[in-house]
């Protein structure tokens, strides 16, 4: 493909999402809810990525919240919903996994325009999947009939896990020489779906065609549900891991949240040719392709290179890349 001084087109600024406005909002947020609890229960400050901690003693409380996003939307047009539940728990589950916190629980929430049974029905069948892939209990949540704020449906949730205090991975261990193994994602999980939709809306395809080289439709590409990287709890067991990243929006930028030294991504995972097909018809540069989505690479292991053939021994990874002083590479391209 061409690189991103050749080729724009779309973006995802164009489909309405700015990354680098979320991340304005987001600190403006944070610079008004300063209020800490004392005394047991109180926050652990000093983790600022993926799960929020909260001080339990020997022990920490994670948690985590998101939802499926525009997703949903597909989900809508094509009357799937049985995989976006999956969709929901891996969101949580993952980012709790990123710090090495086991799940215990989960709670949902879904904003409906009006009741639809067989809708629900099909959510449960995959927030059910989901939690039993990830091993966690769903205790509870909430169900909101909103006709005048919904359109359609919008699904998010909770989830909380534990994790000794001793053994959180925060990424302050990382070092330079380090190597990055990266395990594939099952699709574009969560992410990228205004763009993703953009795309498809403009061009002379429906999510009922099947694309191009493949047995599957587009929207069932689409649809293919968050990938939960359970294996991670055993791989810190065994390996000395330094770093883990789940990577969501704004793509491999999210590596920056788990350390201030630099990664060059040298060999990275070939994408699923969905991901080529969304770029050719959008005409999307590479290098935003990379900060939009995950481009087959769902999470990361950072550790020492003694400990890499164990962690490719455990998982379906590969050594993409190593840490460096700083900056982010892949290949030619610097990431920003």
């Known amino acids: 493909m061409k690189s991103g001084e050749e080729m724009r087109g779309l973006t995802y600024a164009d489909s309405g999402v700015d990354i680098r406005a979320e ?22 400050t ?41 969709d929901c728990m891996a969101m949580n589950v993952n980012d709790l996994l990123a710090i090495g916190a086991e799940p215990l629980a989960f709670v949902d929430y879904l904003a409906l ?12 069948v995959g927030l059910e999947r989901g939690a039993e892939i990830a091993n966690v209990s769903i205790v509870g949540g909430e169900t909101a009939s909103l006709p005048e704020i919904i359109r359609g449906f919008d ?50 395809y429906t999510y009922f065609d099947r694309m191009p080289g493949s047995e599957k439709t587009i929207g069932e590409l ?37 350390s201030g030294f630099g990664f060059e991504i040298s060999e990275p995972l070939e994408p699923q040719p969905i991901f080529r097909f969304l770029q050719e018809e959008g005409g ?23 400990d890499a053939d164990a962690v490719l021994k455990m998982t379906d990874g590969k050594v993409v890349g190593e840490i460096v002083d700083e900056g982010l590479r892949l290949g030619d391209i610097e990431l920003k």
């Open 23 to 44: 991340e304005r909002a987001i600190s403006a947020m944070k610079g008004v809810m300063t209020g800490r609890r004392k005394g047991i229960g109180a926050p652990i």
């Open 46 to 86: 000093d983790i600022g990525h993926y799960a929020g901690l909260i001080d339990m003693g020997d022990y920490a409380i994670a948690m985590t919240t998101d939802g499926v996003g525009s997703k949903v939307l597909i989900a809508t047009e094509m009357k799937k919903w049985d995989t976006v539940g999956i």
């Open 113 to 124: 325009e009006r009741i639809d049974p067989e809708m629900t029905a099909q959510i449960a």
């Open 155 to 204: 699904l998010a949730g909770t989830a909380i896990g534990m994790i000794k205090k001793e053994e959180i991975i925060s990424g302050d261990k990382i070092e330079k020489g380090d190597v990055v193994v990266g395990l594939p994602s099952s699709g574009l999980h969560s992410n990228g779906f205004s763009l993703a939709r953009k795309i498809v809306a403009e061009s002379s």
């Open 222 to 258: 689409l649809l293919e549900p968050t990938r939960i990287y359970m294996e991670a709890l055993e791989v810190i067991k065994k390996a000395d891991v330094h770093g883990m990243a789940h990577i969501t929006g704004s793509g491999l930028l999210k590596l920056h949240r788990i």
């Open 284 to 306: 999307v540069a590479e290098d935003e392709m990379y900060r939009t989505f995950n481009m087959g690479m769902g999470w990361v292991f950072v550790l020492p290179e003694d």
